[in-house]
């Protein structure tokens, strides 16, 4: 009795310094992540945004990205939710071996449970341990995504996890093996035929559940010491994360940007003040509290750095690794930032001064040494300049969004960017120096190209029939077919444009174009941190589109688009600046013609196909499956990418990179290319401009180093369409049992077919 009375001072004598010191934690960390920016965005609706939290972590939809990972996290998930409640039991087990929960603590399905929260810990902390140490960093013949991620915190929760699932077996095996417990075999399928080889000694009940309870104690004194521990915090943070994401529907932070926001609301940059509102993020205070909790709730998993194309080509950027620079400077910052400091776009001190505070002195000493040496350090910035991060992690990204699509507890890594971006590009015009060039063409000529408006109709010469070209009114045209900047210029993208205007022709589908009028969208501006920029083109397009739909009813404002970014930005961001339109993707509409049978493909291209999905069309709009189909309906044989759909591997275009040098690590491009090339193709297939561009140059990049076939090319979905309808008229079918014209399949290719 005196064993376990001391067995209970010391459970409860350290429960209420580590329930202080998480506590004290907890508040503290709430006061640090409310020093971002203001956003009201997140707030409701309430009952979607809740129903997203809970599908979420119970059915576990993100975390099942990886299916080898998720059913051992869900164990550990459901372990340590339910079994806190096993936990608190154990305040009365190291008392009384005997204490139950009242009423449900003799229910043969409470202890049915206990067995399998107790069982499923274990497994699933051994699991986890072992997946990270079968990817741990040392190996040389794989790229770990676990590469930069704090092991020891990582092992430590693991280790806790492991004992608290012993701690609850043994404790039941203790109370069977001393007749404190009878339960049937089914509720204790473990522990039962456990308990027939430990002694009769209910003192060992008490040992046991003290073990079960420092462990859980030990564990929130570590982690209220260590707010950083983005590992073991994520357990609480991640389902406000989840419940705060940026899509109140559910969806990943994708498609259209976050706007520009100044003080929890959208920046018109027309009447915007220099002075007091904050153009993008220059200081880590600068971004909104969702940011913050973005960097607190980061668990270093690495599945966003396993995706990233940046990374995988030997870039500087980690998806990861850059939310965690972010999160150690945020927190090292903190206590400057809740004493009042503050620094102008110089540098100077303009919080922390003498005339603002009476207490100022106390202020002062409040802030450590290291904590006023953080407040110093620009958010980007080289080595030279102790920057937070570097401008080439920063401009690594092309915004491709894998980093987005992975991540299990929604933290939005591209937002994140482009606003570090609009601060470089708009507040101290520090940026790539080819992008100077392509801001200049856009602002002046409409176009990333320079190319002059007057040859934005040079795609149609040469073709059949006439193009009809917008000139004040409609008429009976269904759709407004936007060209885009690549579609009307690049000579690669012309065949694609040309292709469409010929398939809607002979589908007899009325469009127009406008020609001249066309300007591009704005997208790479925008991508790039040109906020200003895109707003000047983006408003210039919406006055000239609802002009042109100016007597059409919302339902039947119809663009047809070839470029996956103009869709991008027609369907998804325009709608910030007053454009609301309907907008297809061509594969989207070519597909539903072929549906309706008024494009009818008679004679198969039959060749072995590979199919690259544009990030903007695929990832960032879920646009899978009409390319995919337009390809069998040509006739082709399509042999998928070991990265396809939404983990296929970007080109390398995105963010603006089009027009930006790649100067390290290996070309995201050709990386791609050596991808497509392993399933032998004889075209390679995709359904974007800016793809195509970067897919071409790195098939003829292949093709010089002898390491590709002259006959490998690269073309649009609706090329091989056209091929496969146009051929119908000029000459018979051919044969069904023809040899496919592509190059021949791997042996172990044949036998599996």
């Not at 012309?494 to 009325?510: C, D, M, N, Q, S």
């Not at 040109?530 to 083109?537: C, P, R, S, T, V």
Request: aromatic residues 8%.
């Amino acid at each position: 009795m005196t064993l376990q009375l001391v067995l209970g001072l010391v459970a409860v004598a350290v429960s209420v310094v580590a329930w202080g010191v998480f506590v004290a934690a907890v508040l503290k960390q709430i006061k640090i992540i409310r020093l971002g920016q203001p956003d009201g965005t997140r707030m409701g609706p309430f009952v979607p945004r809740m129903k997203t939290m809970i599908v979420e972590f119970v059915a576990h939809t993100r975390m099942a990205k990886f299916r080898s990972v998720a059913p051992w996290h869900w164990m550990v998930m459901w372990g340590f939710l339910i079994g806190s409640a096993v936990l608190f039991e154990a305040y009365g087990e190291v008392f009384d071996p005997r204490f139950h929960w009242p009423i449900i603590g003799t229910w043969s399905v409470w202890l049915l449970l206990i067995e399998l929260l107790g069982l499923g810990t274990v497994v699933g902390g051994v699991a986890l341990a072992v997946i990270r140490q079968r990817n741990h960093p040392r190996r040389a013949d794989r790229v770990s995504r676990f590469q930069g991620s704090d092991f020891k915190s990582a092992y430590f929760v693991e280790a806790v996890v492991i004992i608290e699932g012993v701690g609850i077996l043994l404790v039941k095996a203790f109370k069977q093996s001393s007749g404190l417990e009878v339960a049937p075999l089914w509720t204790s399928f473990v522990t039962q035929p456990l308990a027939q080889i430990l002694p009769a000694a209910p003192i060992w009940v008490s040992v046991m559940a003290l073990v079960k309870l420092l462990s859980g104690m030990i564990w929130l004194i570590v982690v209220g010491r260590n707010l950083t521990m983005g590992v073991a915090w994520h357990r609480f943070s991640a389902f406000f994360n989840i419940y705060f994401k940026r899509e109140d529907d559910g969806g990943v932070a994708l498609g259209a940007l976050k706007p520009m926001m100044s003080g929890g609301k959208v920046l018109d940059l027309e009447e915007a003040d220099p002075d007091k509102d904050v153009f993008g993020v220059g200081k880590v205070e600068d971004f909104s509290w969702k940011g913050w909790l973005d960097f607190s709730t980061c668990t270093e998993c690495g599945r966003c750095q396993s995706q990233c194309p940046a990374w995988n080509t030997a870039k500087p950027l980690s998806p990861k690794l850059l939310i965690t620079q972010l999160r150690d400077h945020a927190y090292a910052k903190a206590p400057y930032l809740l004493a009042g400091g503050s620094r102008d776009m110089a540098g100077d001190e303009v919080g922390l001064t003498e005339d603002k505070y009476e207490d100022y002195k106390k202020r002062l000493e409040s802030i450590d040494v290291l904590a006023m040496a953080e407040s110093e350090r620009p958010l980007v910035g080289g080595p030279d300049e102790l920057g937070v991060i570097d401008p080439e992690v920063l401009w690594s990204c092309t915004t491709c969004g894998a980093c987005v699509e992975q991540c299990p507890v929604d933290i939005e890594h591209v937002d994140h960017i482009v606003d570090m971006r609009r601060y470089q590009v708009l507040i101290e015009s520090n940026f790539p120096s080819e992008l100077g060039g392509m801001f200049k063409n856009l602002e002046n000529k409409g176009n990333p190209w320079g190319q002059n408006a007057k040859d934005r109709l040079a795609w149609t010469e040469g073709l059949e029939f006439e193009v009809p070209v917008f000139e004040g009114e409609l008429g009976d045209a269904e759709y407004l077919f936007w060209v885009g900047c690549a579609g009307a210029f690049e000579d690669r993208a012309k065949k694609t444009t040309r292709a469409v205007a010929e398939l809607l022709h002979t589908a007899g589908v009325k469009y127009t174009v406008l020609g001249p009028e066309e300007t591009c969208t704005g997208d790479p501006a925008r991508r790039a941190g040109n906020e200003f920029l895109f707003q000047m083109l983006a408003q210039q397009n919406v006055e000239v589109l609802n002009s042109v739909f100016e007597d059409r009813p919302a339902g039947q404002r119809k663009i047809v688009v070839t470029c996956a970014h103009c869709f991008n930005t027609l369907a998804n961001e325009y709608p910030q600046v007053g454009g609301t339109y309907e907008v297809v993707h061509h594969t989207q509409l070519l597909n539903k013609l072929v549906r309706e049978r008024r494009l009818v493909p008679v004679a198969p291209v039959t060749e072995d196909v590979t199919y690259h999905d544009p990030c903007y069309l695929g990832r960032h709009n879920k646009v899978y499956e009409a390319p995919r189909e337009l390809i069998g309906a040509s006739g082709a044989k399509l042999r998928e990418m070991p990265r396809h759909e939404e983990r296929s591997m970007c080109c390398g275009a995105g963010g603006a990179r089009m027009w930006m040098e790649e100067r390290i690590g290996k070309r995201i491009n050709v990386d791609r290319v050596d991808e497509a090339l392993s399933t032998a193709p004889s075209k390679i297939a995709t359904g974007c401009p800016f793809c195509r561009v970067m897919l071409t140059d790195g098939v003829t990049a292949r093709q010089s180093d002898g390491l590709a076939g002259a006959h490998v090319e690269v073309v649009d979905v609706a090329q091989m369409l056209l091929e496969s309808v146009k051929r119908g008229t000029e000459k018979p079918d051919t044969p069904t049992d023809e040899v496919p014209t592509g190059t021949p399949l791997p042996d172990e290719d044949k036998a599996k077919a």
